[in-house]
Protein backbone atom coordinates (compact mmCIF):
# COMPACT_ATOMS: atom_id res chain seq x y z
CA UNK A 1 0.00 0.00 0.00
CA UNK A 2 1.31 3.48 -0.68
CA UNK A 3 2.03 5.99 1.58
CA UNK A 4 -0.86 7.63 3.32
CA UNK A 5 0.43 11.11 2.25
CA UNK A 6 0.10 9.87 -1.41
CA UNK A 7 -3.34 10.14 -1.04
CA UNK A 8 -3.70 12.89 1.00
CA UNK A 9 -2.02 14.74 -1.46
CA UNK A 10 -4.24 13.51 -4.70
CA UNK A 11 -7.43 14.44 -2.70
CA UNK A 12 -6.21 18.07 -1.53
CA UNK A 13 -4.21 19.26 -4.79
CA UNK A 14 -4.89 16.77 -7.27
CA UNK A 15 -1.69 15.27 -7.63
CA UNK A 16 -0.10 12.21 -8.46
CA UNK A 17 3.51 11.77 -9.68
CA UNK A 18 6.98 13.40 -8.93
CA UNK A 19 6.34 15.75 -11.95
CA UNK A 20 3.25 17.22 -10.39
CA UNK A 21 4.99 17.61 -6.95
CA UNK A 22 7.75 19.71 -8.97
CA UNK A 23 6.23 21.53 -10.48
CA UNK A 24 3.59 22.59 -7.88
CA UNK A 25 6.86 23.01 -5.25
CA UNK A 26 7.94 25.41 -8.32
CA UNK A 27 5.07 27.31 -8.23
CA UNK A 28 4.94 27.11 -4.60
CA UNK A 29 8.75 28.69 -4.45
CA UNK A 30 7.99 31.24 -6.76
CA UNK A 31 4.76 32.50 -4.78
CA UNK A 32 6.41 32.45 -1.55
CA UNK A 33 9.09 34.60 -2.59
CA UNK A 34 7.01 37.43 -3.60
CA UNK A 35 4.74 37.00 -0.81
CA UNK A 36 7.77 37.13 1.87
CA UNK A 37 9.34 40.56 -0.38
CA UNK A 38 6.18 42.24 0.02
CA UNK A 39 5.06 41.29 3.53
CA UNK A 40 8.19 40.91 5.66
CA UNK A 41 10.88 44.12 6.14
CA UNK A 42 13.57 41.35 7.09
CA UNK A 43 13.07 39.16 3.79
CA UNK A 44 12.60 42.26 1.54
CA UNK A 45 16.24 43.25 3.21
CA UNK A 46 17.78 40.08 3.19
CA UNK A 47 16.92 38.78 -0.54
CA UNK A 48 16.80 42.84 -2.26
CA UNK A 49 19.96 41.62 -4.61
CA UNK A 50 18.10 38.30 -5.10
CA UNK A 51 16.36 37.34 -8.91
CA UNK A 52 12.95 35.72 -7.90
CA UNK A 53 12.97 31.93 -8.88
CA UNK A 54 12.52 30.62 -11.64
CA UNK A 55 12.37 26.93 -10.62
CA UNK A 56 14.29 24.38 -7.90
CA UNK A 57 17.29 24.86 -9.02
CA UNK A 58 17.56 28.72 -9.14
CA UNK A 59 15.94 28.51 -5.67
CA UNK A 60 18.52 26.37 -4.33
CA UNK A 61 21.07 29.45 -5.00
CA UNK A 62 19.30 31.76 -2.43
CA UNK A 63 20.91 32.45 0.92
CA UNK A 64 20.19 30.40 4.34
CA UNK A 65 18.49 31.12 6.69
CA UNK A 66 20.27 31.09 10.57
CA UNK A 67 19.34 30.16 13.68
CA UNK A 68 20.66 33.06 14.90
CA UNK A 69 18.59 34.78 12.17
CA UNK A 70 15.59 33.54 13.85
CA UNK A 71 16.86 34.57 17.13
CA UNK A 72 17.44 38.53 15.96
CA UNK A 73 14.99 38.99 13.89
CA UNK A 74 11.98 36.56 14.45
CA UNK A 75 9.91 39.50 14.36
CA UNK A 76 10.75 40.98 11.31
CA UNK A 77 9.98 37.36 9.69
CA UNK A 78 6.44 37.69 9.87
CA UNK A 79 4.21 38.15 6.63
CA UNK A 80 1.46 38.75 9.02
CA UNK A 81 0.07 41.20 11.64
CA UNK A 82 0.80 40.08 15.30
CA UNK A 83 -2.96 40.23 16.49
CA UNK A 84 -3.35 37.40 12.97
CA UNK A 85 -0.99 35.14 15.04
CA UNK A 86 -2.81 32.35 17.08
CA UNK A 87 -0.04 30.47 19.00
CA UNK A 88 3.49 31.26 19.71
CA UNK A 89 6.57 28.50 20.15
CA UNK A 90 9.48 29.27 22.36
CA UNK A 91 12.62 27.04 22.09
CA UNK A 92 15.03 27.43 24.67
CA UNK A 93 18.14 26.18 23.59
CA UNK A 94 20.38 24.41 25.97
CA UNK A 95 23.87 26.35 26.50
CA UNK A 96 23.37 29.24 24.10
CA UNK A 97 23.38 32.34 25.80
CA UNK A 98 20.71 34.95 25.01
CA UNK A 99 17.91 35.16 22.73
CA UNK A 100 15.26 32.32 22.81
CA UNK A 101 14.08 31.32 19.23
CA UNK A 102 10.62 31.86 18.61
CA UNK A 103 8.41 30.18 15.67
CA UNK A 104 5.12 31.71 15.11
CA UNK A 105 1.70 30.48 13.28
CA UNK A 106 -1.76 31.32 12.25
CA UNK A 107 -5.06 29.43 12.50
CA UNK A 108 -4.36 28.73 9.04
CA UNK A 109 -1.29 27.32 9.89
CA UNK A 110 -1.94 25.67 12.65
CA UNK A 111 -4.60 23.63 10.33
CA UNK A 112 -2.25 22.70 7.98
CA UNK A 113 -1.00 20.45 10.49
CA UNK A 114 -3.83 18.94 12.10
CA UNK A 115 -4.74 18.09 8.45
CA UNK A 116 -1.50 15.94 7.97
CA UNK A 117 -1.87 14.52 11.52
CA UNK A 118 -5.53 13.45 10.51
CA UNK A 119 -4.33 12.15 7.29
CA UNK A 120 -1.07 10.49 8.19
CA UNK A 121 -2.40 8.95 11.54
CA UNK A 122 -4.06 6.84 8.91
CA UNK A 123 -0.93 5.12 8.59
CA UNK A 124 -1.18 3.95 12.01
CA UNK A 125 -4.93 3.54 13.05
CA UNK A 126 -8.49 3.41 11.67
CA UNK A 127 -11.62 5.37 11.94
CA UNK A 128 -13.42 3.53 15.49
CA UNK A 129 -10.22 2.59 16.87
CA UNK A 130 -8.47 4.21 19.97
CA UNK A 131 -5.37 5.83 20.37
CA UNK A 132 -3.56 7.35 23.50
CA UNK A 133 -0.88 10.47 22.96
CA UNK A 134 1.99 10.47 24.99
CA UNK A 135 2.87 14.34 24.21
CA UNK A 136 2.29 17.34 25.90
CA UNK A 137 -1.34 18.31 25.45
CA UNK A 138 -2.36 20.93 28.31
CA UNK A 139 -1.52 24.18 26.20
CA UNK A 140 -4.09 25.77 23.41
CA UNK A 141 -2.61 24.16 20.41
CA UNK A 142 0.20 22.11 21.83
CA UNK A 143 1.52 19.15 19.64
CA UNK A 144 -0.84 17.00 21.64
CA UNK A 145 -3.68 18.84 21.31
CA UNK A 146 -3.50 19.45 17.63
CA UNK A 147 -3.01 15.74 17.18
CA UNK A 148 -6.05 14.96 19.17
CA UNK A 149 -7.91 17.63 16.90
CA UNK A 150 -6.78 15.52 13.93
CA UNK A 151 -7.24 12.26 15.21
CA UNK A 152 -10.90 13.29 16.07
CA UNK A 153 -11.60 14.28 12.73
CA UNK A 154 -10.62 11.00 11.73
CA UNK A 155 -13.09 9.67 14.14
CA UNK A 156 -10.27 7.90 16.00
CA UNK A 157 -10.97 8.08 19.48
CA UNK A 158 -7.88 10.09 20.93
CA UNK A 159 -6.88 10.05 24.65
CA UNK A 160 -4.24 12.81 25.99
CA UNK A 161 -2.81 12.29 29.56
CA UNK A 162 0.36 13.77 28.38
CA UNK A 163 4.13 12.72 28.08
CA UNK A 164 4.76 9.00 30.35
CA UNK A 165 5.84 9.55 33.79
CA UNK A 166 4.69 6.52 35.70
CA UNK A 167 4.60 3.50 33.30
CA UNK A 168 2.50 0.94 35.35
CA UNK A 169 0.21 3.70 34.83
CA UNK A 170 0.46 4.40 31.47
CA UNK A 171 0.36 0.80 30.66
CA UNK A 172 -2.95 0.03 32.84
CA UNK A 173 -4.79 3.09 30.71
CA UNK A 174 -3.35 0.97 27.63
CA UNK A 175 -4.93 -1.93 28.97
CA UNK A 176 -8.25 -0.79 30.41
CA UNK A 177 -9.63 1.13 27.64
CA UNK A 178 -7.96 -1.40 25.22
CA UNK A 179 -6.23 0.65 23.09
CA UNK A 180 -5.34 0.04 19.55
CA UNK A 181 -2.21 2.42 19.09
CA UNK A 182 -0.01 5.12 21.22
CA UNK A 183 2.06 8.41 19.63
CA UNK A 184 4.59 8.72 22.29
CA UNK A 185 8.89 8.83 22.13
CA UNK A 186 11.17 6.42 21.55
CA UNK A 187 12.76 5.96 25.40
CA UNK A 188 8.73 5.80 26.83
CA UNK A 189 7.75 3.52 24.42
CA UNK A 190 10.74 1.58 25.44
CA UNK A 191 10.13 1.93 29.42
CA UNK A 192 6.15 0.72 28.25
CA UNK A 193 8.04 -2.32 26.42
CA UNK A 194 10.11 -2.97 29.55
CA UNK A 195 7.40 -2.69 31.91
CA UNK A 196 4.69 -4.75 29.92
CA UNK A 197 7.74 -7.57 29.94
CA UNK A 198 8.48 -7.32 33.43
CA UNK A 199 5.15 -8.02 34.29
CA UNK A 200 3.91 -9.68 31.92
CA UNK A 201 1.03 -7.01 30.41
CA UNK A 202 -0.39 -8.10 27.30
CA UNK A 203 -1.84 -5.39 25.07
CA UNK A 204 -4.07 -4.97 22.25
CA UNK A 205 -1.92 -2.37 20.61
CA UNK A 206 -1.66 -2.76 16.88
CA UNK A 207 1.13 0.42 15.98
CA UNK A 208 3.15 2.66 17.59
CA UNK A 209 4.18 6.15 16.49
CA UNK A 210 7.34 7.60 17.87
CA UNK A 211 8.21 11.29 17.17
CA UNK A 212 10.55 13.99 18.73
CA UNK A 213 13.90 12.13 19.39
CA UNK A 214 16.25 9.86 17.72
CA UNK A 215 14.79 6.41 16.86
CA UNK A 216 17.59 3.83 17.06
CA UNK A 217 17.12 0.39 15.20
CA UNK A 218 18.24 -1.51 18.69
CA UNK A 219 15.37 0.74 20.60
CA UNK A 220 12.85 -0.03 17.27
CA UNK A 221 13.18 -3.97 17.83
CA UNK A 222 13.03 -3.87 21.51
CA UNK A 223 9.81 -2.01 21.41
CA UNK A 224 8.39 -4.04 18.88
CA UNK A 225 9.57 -7.30 20.37
CA UNK A 226 8.31 -5.99 23.99
CA UNK A 227 5.17 -5.12 22.71
CA UNK A 228 4.22 -7.42 19.95
CA UNK A 229 3.48 -4.50 17.38
CA UNK A 230 4.90 -2.02 14.91
CA UNK A 231 6.29 1.10 15.41
CA UNK A 232 6.48 3.96 12.48
CA UNK A 233 9.14 6.92 13.16
CA UNK A 234 7.87 10.29 12.43
CA UNK A 235 10.55 13.25 11.98
CA UNK A 236 9.00 16.54 13.02
CA UNK A 237 10.05 19.99 14.35
CA UNK A 238 8.31 22.65 15.82
CA UNK A 239 9.83 24.55 12.66
CA UNK A 240 8.41 21.96 10.07
CA UNK A 241 5.01 23.00 12.05
CA UNK A 242 5.64 20.17 14.28
CA UNK A 243 4.70 17.42 11.65
CA UNK A 244 7.19 16.52 8.83
CA UNK A 245 7.82 13.49 6.97
CA UNK A 246 6.66 9.86 8.31
CA UNK A 247 7.24 6.12 7.25
CA UNK A 248 5.04 3.77 5.28
CA UNK A 249 4.36 -0.35 5.21
CA UNK A 250 7.75 -0.24 3.95
CA UNK A 251 9.44 1.27 6.92
CA UNK A 252 12.68 2.18 4.79
CA UNK A 253 12.62 6.32 5.41
CA UNK A 254 10.17 8.97 6.50
CA UNK A 255 8.14 10.00 3.20
CA UNK A 256 8.03 13.66 3.31
CA UNK A 257 5.11 15.97 3.37
CA UNK A 258 6.23 17.47 0.19
CA UNK A 259 3.06 19.72 -0.65
CA UNK A 260 3.49 21.79 2.49
CA UNK A 261 7.97 21.42 3.08
CA UNK A 262 10.67 21.21 0.69
CA UNK A 263 13.60 20.10 2.01
CA UNK A 264 17.66 20.25 0.95
CA UNK A 265 20.28 18.05 2.24
CA UNK A 266 23.86 20.38 1.99
CA UNK A 267 27.29 19.94 3.41
CA UNK A 268 27.53 21.87 6.24
CA UNK A 269 30.80 22.89 5.41
CA UNK A 270 30.31 24.52 2.25
CA UNK A 271 26.96 25.11 2.03
CA UNK A 272 26.59 22.67 -1.47
CA UNK A 273 23.78 20.10 -1.99
CA UNK A 274 24.91 16.55 -1.24
CA UNK A 275 23.87 13.54 -3.23
CA UNK A 276 21.22 11.21 -1.86
CA UNK A 277 22.79 8.44 0.37
CA UNK A 278 25.26 10.81 1.55
CA UNK A 279 24.31 12.10 5.18
CA UNK A 280 24.28 16.63 5.74
CA UNK A 281 22.83 19.03 7.16
CA UNK A 282 18.78 19.32 6.76
CA UNK A 283 17.32 22.35 5.51
CA UNK A 284 14.20 23.91 5.34
CA UNK A 285 11.73 25.68 3.15
CA UNK A 286 7.78 25.85 4.19
CA UNK A 287 6.07 26.37 1.15
CA UNK A 288 2.15 27.33 2.87
CA UNK A 289 2.54 29.36 5.60
CA UNK A 290 1.69 32.45 6.27
CA UNK A 291 2.41 33.54 9.21
CA UNK A 292 6.24 33.01 9.28
CA UNK A 293 7.61 31.39 6.37
CA UNK A 294 11.41 29.75 6.43
CA UNK A 295 13.22 30.10 2.95
CA UNK A 296 15.65 27.76 3.30
CA UNK A 297 16.61 27.71 7.11
CA UNK A 298 19.62 25.47 7.68
CA UNK A 299 18.30 23.38 10.79
CA UNK A 300 21.48 21.91 12.19
CA UNK A 301 19.83 18.14 12.01
CA UNK A 302 22.08 15.35 10.49
CA UNK A 303 19.73 13.82 7.72
CA UNK A 304 20.38 11.50 4.38
CA UNK A 305 17.43 11.72 1.99
CA UNK A 306 16.67 9.33 -1.19
CA UNK A 307 14.35 10.80 -4.08
CA UNK A 308 13.92 7.52 -5.27
CA UNK A 309 10.52 5.90 -5.59
CA UNK A 310 9.90 3.41 -2.85
CA UNK A 311 8.92 0.50 -2.20
CA UNK A 312 5.32 1.54 -1.72
CA UNK A 313 4.82 2.87 -4.61
CA UNK A 314 5.34 6.51 -3.43
CA UNK A 315 6.87 9.06 -5.45
CA UNK A 316 7.53 11.50 -1.92
CA UNK A 317 11.01 11.86 -1.05
CA UNK A 318 11.85 10.02 1.92
CA UNK A 319 14.54 10.83 5.28
CA UNK A 320 16.02 7.82 5.21
CA UNK A 321 18.28 8.36 8.02
CA UNK A 322 18.44 10.93 10.83
CA UNK A 323 21.06 11.94 12.78
CA UNK A 324 20.63 14.13 15.77
CA UNK A 325 22.31 17.69 16.30
CA UNK A 326 25.47 18.77 14.05
CA UNK A 327 26.64 20.08 17.36
CA UNK A 328 25.71 17.78 19.35
CA UNK A 329 28.49 15.36 18.60
CA UNK A 330 31.26 15.48 20.42
CA UNK A 331 35.11 15.47 18.91
CA UNK A 332 38.29 14.42 20.94
CA UNK A 333 40.28 15.51 17.67
CA UNK A 334 40.48 11.69 16.21
CA UNK A 335 36.95 10.70 15.45
CA UNK A 336 33.56 12.04 17.18
CA UNK A 337 30.88 10.47 19.07
CA UNK A 338 27.29 11.60 19.34
CA UNK A 339 24.11 10.17 21.28
CA UNK A 340 22.39 8.53 17.86
CA UNK A 341 25.70 6.25 17.38
CA UNK A 342 26.06 5.51 21.27
CA UNK A 343 22.25 4.67 21.19
CA UNK A 344 22.36 2.21 18.39
CA UNK A 345 25.27 0.07 20.52
CA UNK A 346 23.85 0.97 24.15
CA UNK A 347 20.35 -0.08 23.94
CA UNK A 348 20.88 -3.18 22.33
CA UNK A 349 21.41 -4.73 25.97
CA UNK A 350 18.17 -5.78 27.38
CA UNK A 351 16.77 -4.56 30.11
CA UNK A 352 18.57 -0.78 29.25
CA UNK A 353 16.06 1.84 30.16
CA UNK A 354 17.81 4.97 29.69
CA UNK A 355 21.52 6.30 29.98
CA UNK A 356 23.17 9.85 30.65
CA UNK A 357 26.35 10.63 29.03
CA UNK A 358 28.59 13.07 29.76
CA UNK A 359 32.02 14.32 27.91
CA UNK A 360 35.02 16.06 30.11
CA UNK A 361 36.98 17.61 28.13
CA UNK A 362 40.00 18.14 30.20
CA UNK A 363 40.13 14.38 31.02
CA UNK A 364 39.12 13.78 27.48
CA UNK A 365 36.85 11.32 29.08
CA UNK A 366 33.07 10.29 29.02
CA UNK A 367 30.63 9.09 32.25
CA UNK A 368 28.36 7.28 31.21
CA UNK A 369 25.15 6.62 34.33
CA UNK A 370 22.97 3.46 32.85
CA UNK A 371 19.52 3.06 34.37
CA UNK A 372 18.18 -0.77 34.23
CA UNK A 373 14.70 -1.95 34.96
CA UNK A 374 15.78 -5.12 37.32
CA UNK A 375 18.65 -7.15 37.79
CA UNK A 376 21.90 -6.16 35.65
CA UNK A 377 23.27 -9.60 36.05
CA UNK A 378 26.08 -9.76 33.35
CA UNK A 379 24.85 -6.00 31.57
CA UNK A 380 27.83 -4.02 32.94
CA UNK A 381 30.41 -6.59 31.61
CA UNK A 382 28.32 -5.69 28.41
CA UNK A 383 28.49 -2.33 28.21
CA UNK A 384 31.66 -1.67 28.62
CA UNK A 385 32.66 -4.53 26.17
CA UNK A 386 30.35 -2.51 23.59
CA UNK A 387 31.69 1.03 24.08
CA UNK A 388 35.30 -0.24 24.03
CA UNK A 389 34.98 -2.09 20.93
CA UNK A 390 32.71 0.32 19.13
CA UNK A 391 34.01 3.82 20.49
CA UNK A 392 36.90 3.47 22.57
CA UNK A 393 39.38 1.08 22.44
CA UNK A 394 41.47 1.79 19.54
CA UNK A 395 41.46 5.48 20.06
CA UNK A 396 42.47 5.04 23.37
CA UNK A 397 39.48 7.23 24.87
CA UNK A 398 38.83 6.67 28.11
CA UNK A 399 35.57 6.37 29.80
CA UNK A 400 33.59 5.47 32.98
CA UNK A 401 30.58 3.58 34.11
CA UNK A 402 28.14 4.07 36.58
CA UNK A 403 24.72 2.42 36.79
CA UNK A 404 21.30 1.50 39.28
CA UNK A 405 18.83 -0.87 38.64
CA UNK A 406 15.10 0.78 39.45
CA UNK A 407 11.55 -0.18 39.61
CA UNK A 408 10.18 2.46 37.33
CA UNK A 409 11.91 4.42 34.71
CA UNK A 410 14.21 7.24 35.68
CA UNK A 411 14.54 9.68 32.56
CA UNK A 412 18.40 11.17 32.49
CA UNK A 413 17.04 14.19 30.23
CA UNK A 414 14.13 16.22 30.29
CA UNK A 415 13.38 17.09 26.77
CA UNK A 416 16.14 16.59 23.92
CA UNK A 417 19.05 13.72 24.62
CA UNK A 418 22.85 15.23 23.94
CA UNK A 419 26.37 14.82 25.36
CA UNK A 420 26.34 17.24 28.28
CA UNK A 421 30.20 18.66 28.05
CA UNK A 422 32.29 20.49 31.18
ZN1 LIG B 1 7.08 4.28 1.03
Known sequence: MKSVLDQWIKE??????????VRWQTEKVKAMFAYICEKSPFYRKRFKDCESPRDLESFSKL????????????????????GEIERVVTLQTSGTAGRPKRLYFTGEDLELTV????????????????TAVFLPSSAEDSVGKLLLKGLKRRKVIGYGPGPVEDPQASLQLLLREHIHAFVGTPLQALALAEHAKAEHVSLNL?????????????????????????????????????????????RKGMHIRENDLLMEVIDPSDGKAVPDGKEGELVLTTLTRKGMPL???????????????????????????????????????????DMAALDEV????????????????????????????????????LARQLLEEQFMKKDGVEFELTWETVESWNPQYKGKRYIRCR
Open 12 to 21: KHGISDREGI
Open 63 to 82: PFLSDEDLRRDGLKMLCVSQ
Open 206 to 250: KNILVSTDYLADSVRKRIEDGLECRVFNHFGMTETGLGGALECCC
Open 115 to 130: DFFCHGMGQIVAPGEK
Open 346 to 381: LFSIDGLLDYGVEYKRKEQRFLFHLVFLGETGGKIR
Open 295 to 337: IRYRTGDRAVLDHSRCGCGSYLTRIVKTGGRIQGAVSDGKRSV
